[in-house]
């Protein structure tokens, strides 16, 4: 599971890439668009723009298996988390709060390296219906930050189904 005192970081200021594989071992990748770790670390829950990833969650609806990373930009710090898609279900009003709390972060982060609101805004994916929450069951937890651990599994946040 993640560590509560890591909430926080998978939910804000972060570059948030997702990836699929499908039946012919093909990869497809996304960007999500949010991110909110659930109570006790044991699941997280993507959001996803359908328009931007069909493929992506035709994946996912197919085979559960998703990875993804999640990147800070302004130190590189970086985790994988890896895991089984539980549920996708559409939008709630909650996860539309916390899309928008995201975005606001993305900005933030951005603002910090100078980069300014529309080039923030332009490189996110915009959220548009249909929007999908998947959530999954976090398997395992990467240090990528570039450097001697990445690729380190995180063992206290590993998970036995």
Request: hydrophobic share 45%; net charge negative.
């Amino acid at each position: 599971m993640v560590p509560e005192h890591m909430f926080n970081f998978f939910a804000q200021r972060v570059s948030i890439k997702v990836a699929a594989r499908d039946k012919a071992f093909q990869t497809w990748l996304g960007q999500a668009a949010g991110c909110q770790i659930e109570p006790g670390g044991k699941a997280a829950t993507l959001f996803l723009p359908e328009a931007r990833m069909p493929e992506l969650l035709q994946c996912l609806r197919e085979n559960g298996t998703i990875a993804a990373v999640f990147c800070r930009p302004l130190n590189h710090q970086t985790y994988q988390l890896k895991g089984k898609v539980q549920a996708i279900r559409p939008l709630a009003d909650s996860d539309r709060a916390a899309i928008d709390a995201y975005l606001t972060s993305w900005v933030e982060e951005l603002a910090e390296l100078g980069f300014g609101e529309d080039y923030a805004r332009a490189i996110q994916p915009p959220v548009s219906d249909p929007t999908w929450a998947v959530t999954f069951r976090i398997e395992a937890v990467f240090d990528q930050t570039p450097g001697p651990k990445a690729g380190t599994a995180i063992p206290q946040v590993g998970l036995n189904p």
